[in-house]
């Protein structure tokens, strides 16, 4: 029996490692994607929702207050739901920032896209008399779990900047309420005063934003709410919002637009 001979090795060798390579590699390549599409979207859900309790105590709460109160005035005189209850959908619902100014004896829909806060909703809920009704984890543009007309009353607070599509979550938010409803919204939006200052600092951070925050900070909400509800169904107003922060991604989402749209009977 004849050895391999030298020109075998020379040939075999250099193909058996180019083999182990491209194996690494593709192990590294489905290792790195699966960590990118499964592990860190779960790791900076966490980490986005510890941030949003902190950034909420510190800075939104109180420089959002007294128009929160406003806003959510007349929740308890939507129209009741078939089956004789004021029902609220609120989208985006994190931990409950909100229900603080829900009044008692609602019934609440809670959803967001993860389920993270719903242990402290149910917990909020109990405590302020608000009935809770389910979870639903859910996007804002696949609300399909939801019939028409099935609620009083639809409630977003700095959450269409994250929506995937707007005038589809809004076609939904129309789709859900019973006619009569309101959609309550209090939104970050692009700039409107015409401050060249506060523009540049929204279209320098918009990519950051976008890509690290799912956060469009130059949305139009506005014109896309009249477009789905008719302007003449829209009460809103526009202000720069002063948060106690020179954090040049705080100063950008400044601009708000926030009221009620009603879904003609």
Known sequence: MSLPSNSFFRSFVPN???????????????????????????????????????????ILAPAQRDRKIELFGDLG???????????????????????????????????????LGEPEIREGCAKKGVIFKRYLQAAAEELSALPDNSVSAVVTTLTTCSFADCKRAYSE???????????????????????????????????????????HNQRDQYSDICAQFGEENVRAQKVVVKFPSKNPAVLAAGPHVYGTARKPK
């Not at 078939?82 to 603080?100: A, H, T």
């Not at 859900?176 to 523009?199: C, N, Q, S």
């Open 16 to 58: 058996f490692l180019k083999q182990a390579d491209r194996q690494r590699l593709l192990l590294f390549a489905v290792g790195s994607a699966s960590f990118y599409f499964i592990v860190w979207p779960r790791i900076k859900c966490r980490l986005d929702f510890s941030v949003q309790k902190s950034l909420h105590a510190t």
């Open 77 to 115: 005189d939507n129209p009741k739901t078939k089956e004789g209850e004021i029902v609220i959908l609120e989208l985006g619902v994190s931990f409950g920032p909100n229900l603080e100014f829900y009044p008692e004896g609602v019934h609440l829909i809670a959803s967001d896209i993860h389920s």
């Open 173 to 215: 938010i129309y789709r859900v309420l019973v006619p009569g409803g309101r959609y309550y919204f209090m939104e970050h939006t692009a700039e409107f005063e015409g401050d060249i200052g506060l523009k540049i600092i929204q279209k320098v951070l918009f990519p950051i934003a976008l890509s690290t925050e799912y956060c």
